[in-house]
């Protein structure tokens, strides 16, 4: 079992918010190509043809991409918000 703890610490003034914007959009579209990819991977005949541990390896990939996504959209939020 893996413990994870997310810290959430106020930067405002301390970081560039336009350039952390920047960065936190490009991560996100980043991963939303991969993602996209896994998931052509996972509807064609890959699925049919790769042994069952690789399958499932994409699957997994698939789903940490997705935290992944809907972590960098949290954070996107909140420096919107910050901006406010």
Same mark, same amino acid.
Do not use: C, H, W
């Given at each position: ?6 810290? /959430? *610490?106020? #930067?405002?003034? #301390?970081?560039?918010? %336009? !350039?952390?914007?920047?960065? *936190?959009?490009?991560?996100?579209? %980043? ?7 896994? !998931? $052509? +991977? /996972?509807?064609?005949?890959?699925? @049919?043809?790769?042994? @069952? %541990? ?7 990939? /698939?789903v940490?991409?997705? %935290? @992944?996504?809907? +972590? #960098? @959209?949290?954070?996107? $939020?909140? #420096? $919107?918000?910050?901006? !406010?």
């Amino acid at each position: 079992m893996t413990l994870s703890i997310e810290i /959430l *610490i106020s #930067l405002q003034g #301390l970081v560039d918010l %336009e !350039k952390e914007k920047q960065r *936190i959009e490009k991560d996100l579209e %980043e991963a939303q190509k991969y993602a996209v990819s896994i !998931k $052509n +991977k /996972l509807e064609s005949d890959f699925v @049919k043809k790769a042994p @069952k %541990e690789v399958v499932d390896r994409e699957r997994t990939r /698939l789903v940490e991409i997705e %935290e @992944k996504i809907a +972590k #960098l @959209k949290a954070q996107q $939020n909140s #420096l $919107n918000i910050v901006e !406010k």
